[in-house]
């Protein structure tokens, strides 16, 4: 039984309440999951995250917390049980927290487009620029990981989650694009940590299928349509 004094106000498709979601799964905590409609927002979202009016938000007794990433911090620092998600030297938690910027400023924003470029060209400068971020993220990996299975060490930490968030969407530009972003040639490491962290317990059942996500977005899409066409 979910434990009532944490409840999470999400949308299952989306990768930033996945990573609340899995955060909450790292440590053990049960949590009761309340389906936000994005386009009807609950009262209880709008009163509780008044500035952004978005998911995630986390709320633990009577306090909302909100934004992804410090939902993630916050769960790591009052819930001690379990595996810490953050590094505990101060410089290695410094840089997981600049990637983890980096991922939500700059990479991600080039999945969304790849989605509705228009044209080949468009299409191949994108592609470009992601798999430029993933080898980045390949060399972050390789240096800081340190032989280990994940970003974090032996367990899922606050780098996997940033990234690991993203996989079901990446999936689906992979999909839409008909290329492949993560591979052997170029992310050999990254493609292995993506197919352990897809695989881990605490993420499976999680992400959605790409399948499943396209089925959504194309929802979401014709919903956002109509709105504006009402109005």
Same mark, same amino acid.
Not at 2 to 8: F, T
Not at 38 to 43: H, R, T, V, Y
Not at 49 to 57: D, E, G, L, S
Not at 215 to 221: D, H, M, P, T, V
């Given at each position: 039984? !979910?434990?009532?004094?944490?409840?999470?106000?999400g949308? $299952?498709?989306s990768p930033?309440v996945n990573?609340?979601q899995?955060?909450?799964?790292?440590?053990?905590i049960?949590?009761e999951?309340?389906a936000?409609?994005?386009?009807?927002?609950?009262?209880l979202?709008?009163?509780? #995250?008044?500035? @952004?009016?978005?998911?995630?938000?986390?709320? @633990?007794?009577d306090k909302?917390?909100?934004? $992804?990433?410090?939902?993630?911090?916050?769960?790591?620092?009052v819930? /001690?049980?379990?595996?810490?998600?953050l590094?505990?030297?101060?410089?290695?938690?410094?840089?997981?927290r600049?990637?983890?910027a980096y991922?939500d400023?700059?990479? +991600?924003?080039? %999945?969304?487009?790849?989605?509705?470029?228009?044209?080949?060209?468009?299409? !191949?400068?994108?592609?470009e620029k %992601?798999v430029?971020?993933?080898?980045?993220?390949?060399?972050v990996?390789?240096?800081?990981?340190?032989?280990k299975?994940?970003?974090?060490?032996?367990?899922?930490?606050f780098?996997?989650l940033a990234l690991g $968030? +993203?996989?079901?969407?990446?999936k689906?530009?992979e999909?839409?694009?008909?290329?492949k972003?993560?591979?052997? /040639?170029?992310?050999?490491?990254?493609?292995?940590?993506?197919?352990? +962290?897809?695989? #881990?317990?605490?993420?499976?059942g999680? %992400?959605?299928e790409?399948?499943?996500l396209i089925? %959504?977005?194309? $929802? +979401?899409?014709a919903a956002?349509?109509?709105?504006?066409?009402?109005n």
């Open positions: 039984m !979910a434990n009532s004094d944490v409840r999470l106000l949308a $299952s498709a930033y990573r609340a899995i955060a909450l799964n790292v440590k053990s049960d949590y999951f309340i936000e409609n994005l386009f009807a927002k609950s009262e979202l709008l009163k509780s #995250n008044p500035v @952004h009016k978005k998911v995630p938000v986390l709320i @633990h007794g909302p917390i909100c934004e $992804s990433l410090v939902i993630v911090q916050y769960i790591d620092e819930f /001690t049980n379990g595996p810490s998600i590094p505990s030297d101060p410089y290695e938690r410094a840089t997981a600049f990637w983890a991922l400023d700059k990479w +991600f924003p080039l %999945i969304k487009e790849l989605r509705t470029a228009q044209g080949e060209e468009a299409k !191949a400068s994108l592609i %992601i430029e971020g993933l080898v980045l993220l390949e060399e990996f390789v240096k800081g990981g340190k032989g299975a994940f970003f974090g060490g032996d367990s899922i930490g780098l996997d $968030s +993203f996989l079901g969407l990446l689906v530009g999909i839409i694009a008909e290329v972003l993560l591979t052997e /040639t170029k992310t050999p490491e990254l493609l292995g940590w993506a197919e352990r +962290f897809s695989s #881990n317990d605490v993420v499976k999680v %992400i959605l790409p399948e499943k089925e %959504i977005l194309k $929802s +979401f899409q956002r349509a109509k709105a504006a066409a009402s």
